[in-house]
C-alpha cells in the first residue's frame, strides 16, 4: 500500500494550550423550540470549554444573512447576539451544515464566529481529528448528494439569495416538508460511508473524524487506528432530552493525551420541555 497524501490545502486549527475543547452539531434551533434554545444559551454562557466547534445545522434553516436587518429575523438576532458574546469569551468555530449553508460574512460579523471550511483538521495535543459536518459522507444518498452539489455551487446561490426574503421563506418552508416526507418514506437513512471516511482521514493525515449529520451518535471503529465519532442532535422536547455535548479534556495532572466524554446534559443546563 502506498504512503497516504496528506492534502495540504486543509485548514488546520492549533489547539496547542487547550485543555478542554467542545463540540455539537445539529441543534436545528428555531424558534418553534424555544427549550432546544434556552438550554443552548444556557450552555453558552457556562461552559468551562477553551474553544466550542459547532459542526453544522446549528439553524433549523438559514435562508440569507439579511434576515438578521430584517423585523422577521429576531429569532436569527437573538442566537448571533448570544454567540457574540460567548465569542468575546471564547472562540467559536463554526462549520456550516446542509440546513444553514448559506450562513456568510454577515452571519459571521454578527455572531463572532471563526468560519471553517469542511473538512478541515484540529491539532490537539498530538491528535489529528478532522472535523466535518458529515453530508458530504452520505454518499449512499443519491438524491441528496446531487442536490448538495447544485446548491453548493456559487451560481446556485446568487440567484436564490437575489430572490426576495419573504419567497426565500417560503421555499425554505416548502423544501422542508419535502424532505420530512421523502425521509419518511425511506425505510433506511443514509449513513455515513465508511470508506469515504477512511480515505478522507488518509487524505488529511487524521486518525479521528469528528461529524454530525446523522443525529446517531455513536463511535465507530474504522480499522487501522482510524475511528469516527459523531455527535448527536438536540431536541429539548423529546423523550428523553437530547442535548448533548462532545466534551475533549486534559484532567488537572496533565494526563496526555486527553480524555472524551459525551454529557447530556452539560453540568448546569437543566432541560425544561414546552
Ligand atoms: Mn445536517
Redesign the pocket.
Known sequence: MSAPVVDTALTVINGQGWSCVDFVS?LHLQVSEPATWRAFASYLHQTPAQALFVL??LFEVWVGDDVLGDPSGDFEREVCDALAQAASRIPIYWLA???DFLTGDGFARASGARVLSDPCVLHLMGQDCLLS?G?ALCLSDHEYMAFRQQVRQAAWQQAFLARPLVERQALARQMREQSQSRQQAMSEHADVDASQARWWLQNAGARRLIH??THRPADHDLGGGMSRMVLSDWCANAQPPRAQVLRWSVDASGGAPGSWQRLNPPAGITLKRT
Open positions: 445539529d453544522g445545522d451544515g446542509n440546513r459536518h453530508d454530525g449529520h
